[in-house]
């Protein structure tokens, strides 16, 4: 089925520790992956984003790896802030021609000071 | 430019009720995604319009459906509410493919007693 699962579904880290959320999708011709963070009360936003064509992209303290055998993408937080408190939602493009993005079920980051 | 938009941002309304929510997406984006955000099943892809045709459907039941105009602004209709639908309903607009970013609206909070 149309489906992305995320693991896990919270996480707690102290502040400067990194945070790794894991995400994996069911159609082999998935080629996009977009990542969004949303804080609390707010909409959500892109933050990164990977095509397949790409294993690794980075963004500052933000990196995204993918894994296209194993069918699997990560999200990588390095020097975590408190600001970097938030819900973080993986997507994965589904359908071929008709391209829908599926969110994962998003994970709850909590950075300790 | 002005950012995405939707009203109303909330809706209190009962079971058996219909309600129609509406959205505007940026200025030059022609489509226009729905998504239903609950706790625990984190964004669940309704529809895409684009140029007023339904591009993509999720798994609801026909009591949701929507509309595109030709100004690219989009309403959202639930018919015969039911306790389950309350959550929050979120749009989404982006230029044209699903690899460009898509930009969220802030949502429209929907409680039905």
Same mark, same amino acid.
């Given at each position: 089925g149309e489906n992305v699962e %995320?693991?896990?579904?919270?996480? +707690?880290?102290? !502040?400067?520790?990194?945070?790794?959320?894991?995400?994996?999708?069911?159609?082999?011709? +998935?080629?996009?992956?977009?990542?969004?963070? %949303? !804080?609390?009360?707010?909409?959500? %936003?892109?933050?990164?984003?990977?095509?397949?064509?790409?294993? !690794?992209?980075?963004? %500052?303290?933000?990196a995204v790896t993918l894994n296209k055998t194993a069918k699997h993408f990560s999200l990588h937080i390095t020097e975590t802030q408190p600001e970097d408190s938030a819900v973080y939602f993986c997507a994965a493009v589904y359908g071929g021609a008709t391209n829908k993005l599926i969110f994962g079920t998003g994970t709850l980051l909590a950075v300790q000071p | 430019k002005a950012?995405?938009?939707?009203?109303?941002?909330? /809706?209190?309304?009962?079971?058996?009720?219909?309600?129609? /929510?509406?959205?505007?997406?940026?200025?030059?984006?022609?489509?226009?995604?729905?998504?239903?955000?609950?706790?625990g099943q984190g964004l669940?892809? /309704?529809?895409?319009?684009?140029?007023?045709?339904?591009?993509?459907?999720?798994?609801?039941p026909g009591r949701f459906s929507g509309r595109q105009f030709s100004n690219s602004r989009s309403e959202m209709n639930v018919s015969t509410l039911e306790l389950g639908d309350s959550a929050l309903y979120l749009c989404a607009s982006k230029l044209s493919t699903v690899f460009e970013t898509q930009y969220f609206g802030p949502g429209t909070r929907l409680l039905v007693l």
């Open positions: %995320q693991h896990p579904s919270t996480l +707690s880290v102290q !502040e400067g520790d990194s945070a790794v959320i894991k995400c994996t999708y069911s159609d082999s011709a +998935s080629n996009y992956f977009p990542w969004y963070k %949303q !804080e609390l009360g707010k909409r959500p %936003q892109l933050i990164i984003d990977i095509r397949s064509n790409v294993g !690794e992209k980075k963004d %500052q303290r933000i | 950012g995405v938009t939707q009203t109303p941002r909330y /809706l209190i309304k009962t079971r058996g009720q219909q309600v129609t /929510l509406s959205c505007s997406p940026i200025s030059g984006h022609r489509s226009v995604s729905w998504y239903q955000q609950t706790p669940q892809f /309704l529809f895409e319009y684009f140029s007023e045709t339904q591009r993509n459907k999720g798994n609801f």
